[in-house]
């Protein structure tokens, strides 16, 4: 799929920059700078979900001494 954005000139010379350096294309790293962001970006839906449940008390946690045992870690 084939897409555009306009990007300002200042974000167009550190993609250049960047590049440059890597011997990489700008298209290469804009790729990249997307996978990662939309990695991080469902992420962050799943733990606002997680969240949302817990402090509503649909879902409960796991205290550290549940999980690992009282005497394990002291």
Do not use: N, Q, W
């Amino acid at each position: 799929m084939s897409t555009s954005i306009r990007l300002s000139p200042e974000v167009r010379l550190r993609l250049d920059a960047l590049a440059s350096k890597t011997g990489r294309s700008r298209a290469y790293h804009m790729r990249e700078f997307i996978e990662r962001g939309l990695e991080d970006g469902e992420d962050y839906c799943l733990a606002a979900e997680v969240l949302a449940r817990i402090r509503s008390g649909e879902e409960g946690i796991m205290k550290a001494d549940d999980f690992c045992g009282s005497d394990v870690y002291r």
